[in-house]
Each structure stands twice: as structure tokens, then as C-alpha cells.
């Protein structure tokens, strides 16, 4: 009987000692475990280095699990090309300064640091040099990625991620929110089905301040908007040509674009 005793008060130690466990690892997880319910990429191996360094070096990359509501539509009446970096083979040709078409960015969907974005700007035909290959023939957004740019993944300029057992073909089909307070980094890719029909892939990162203005409409100040170009999905060789020429980016090619007023609420107008 006594050593029956003896086991039962030892079993109740060990009960009581892993439930004690249990509760102090809890506790630890509260205030230091962000509360994300799903992972997502993370945007350092899920976007391209070159890209990341340069917003990083204009202190503009907002990192963070608690970025601010960016849900609405906006307009940029101008957009200026700030940066241009080429890979050094490059012969693309384009110019510092701005673009005036207006640009409509829409935000919608927001669900666990996934976001919907859309861009649209006035179709027609090329206006400059380089237009008809990074432009779009309508909507822009990454509901454009198909099934077969799975193929991505066993391009050089592919981002580790992407060659990592973690890639998932659906990861490539959403885009990301990540900041803190009223700043925001968004990143996805995007194939724009474009004039003639190139298909460029296209890395995108987004950041900017949520804001208001005097009446209390959502705007968006500090605002940047870069693209790198990865890869041609190209249905018609000539694109090398017009890449040989310096009418199209060349994979690596970077443009990082600044808006010197705020991005304020404005719906495409057709």
C-alpha cells in the first residue's frame, strides 16, 4: 500500500511539474509571439536583393506585423522614375523623370497579411521608350500569375525562396502587407499582359505612410512604387531584339518611382 502511495505521488509531481511548464511557455508566447494566424513569405528571401537594398538604403522599407489599413482605391496623377538601375550588360534606355499618366492603385481583400492589389492606368498605344514592354493592355494585378510560371523557380534570378521546399505555387499568387503603425511595405509579383503580349514578370514592392487629409479622406503620403523585371513569358522571340536595342528592360533591370504629393482617394475612371 505504501508503495502505491509513493507512485501516485510521484505521478502527480510529474503531472504537476510538465502542467507548470506548460503555463510559463505560454506566458512567454503572449506579449513576444506576434499574432499572425497564417506565415507569409518573408520579404527578404521572397523578393529580389537588388530591389530590397535600394529601398532599404532610401530608409523607405517598412518592416513590422502590425501594419496599418490600407484598404480603398487611390490615384497618383504623376508618378517621377527617381531610380534606374541596370544590370551591367544592360542597354535598356530610359530616362530619369516623370510619368504623367495618372496611375489607380486599388486595395481590397485584406485577410491575414494578404492584400489584393490592382493597378489599372489609361490603355493605349506606347507613349515611350520601353512602354510596351512593362505596360499593361488593361488591369495589372497579381490575379495575373498563372500555373506555368512555376517555371520561375529554376531561374537564376529567382529569390531563394523560390527554391526552397517552403515555395508553394499559391504563395506566388497573393500579395503581402508587413509595417508598423502608419507605415506600410507591400510586395507581390505580376505578369501584365501587355502590347504585344511579352508577358513580363514583374517584382513589385509598395510603401508608403497611411494619412488623412483636411476632411478626413484617406491618403497615402512618402509614397514609392518599384518594379523589377525578372522574366519574359514570351510568345514571340523578338522581345531579345528590342531588349538587344534598349527598348525593353533587360531581367535585373530596376525602376523605382516616387510620388512627390500625396496619393489621395480617386476611383479609375474609364
Not at 500500500?1 to 512567454?28: D, P, R, V, Y
Request: overall charge negative.
Amino acid at each position: 500500500m505504501n508503495k502505491l502511495k509513493s507512485t501516485l505521488l510521484i505521478l502527480a509531481f510529474i503531472i504537476g511539474l510538465f502542467s507548470s511548464c506548460q503555463k510559463e511557455n505560454n506566458g512567454n508566447e503572449g506579449p513576444d509571439t506576434p499574432g499572425v494566424t497564417e506565415q507569409i513569405p518573408s520579404i527578404d528571401e521572397y523578393m529580389p536583393e537588388r530591389l530590397l537594398h535600394l529601398f532599404d538604403s532610401l530608409n523607405v522599407l517598412h518592416r513590422g506585423d502590425t501594419p496599418p489599413t490600407i484598404e480603398g482605391n487611390f490615384v497618383a496623377e504623376s508618378l517621377y522614375r527617381l531610380i534606374i538601375d541596370k544590370v551591367p550588360e544592360s542597354p535598356y534606355i530610359i530616362l530619369h523623370g516623370s510619368e504623367l499618366a495618372p496611375y489607380y492603385f486599388e486595395f481590397d481583400e485584406v485577410e491575414n497579411s494578404k492584400i489584393k492589389v490592382t493597378l489599372k492606368s489609361p490603355i493605349g498605344e506606347p507613349q515611350s521608350i520601353g512602354y510596351y514592354c512593362t505596360y499593361s493592355n488593361s488591369d495589372s494585378t497579381y490575379y495575373r500569375i498563372k500555373d506555368n510560371i512555376a517555371h520561375f523557380t529554376d531561374d537564376p534570378i529567382a529569390p531563394s525562396y523560390f527554391k526552397s521546399s517552403r515555395f508553394k505555387a499559391d504563395d506566388f499568387r497573393h500579395a503581402y502587407v508587413i509595417g508598423k503603425g502608419d507605415y506600410f511595405t507591400l510586395y507581390y509579383y505580376e505578369i501584365r499582359e501587355n502590347y504585344h503580349n511579352y508577358l513580363p514578370l514583374i517584382a513589385v514592392i509598395v510603401s508608403g505612410k497611411m494619412s488623412v487629409d483636411s476632411e478626413g479622406n484617406p491618403i497615402i503620403e512618402d509614397f514609392w512604387y518599384g518594379v523589377e523585371t525578372m522574366k519574359y513569358y514570351a510568345e514571340d522571340q523578338s522581345v531579345n531584339t528590342l531588349i538587344q536595342y534598349g527598348y525593353c528592360p533587360m531581367p535585373g533591370d530596376i525602376i523605382i518611382h516616387n510620388s512627390t504629393s500625396p496619393i489621395v482617394s480617386g476611383s479609375y475612371n474609364e
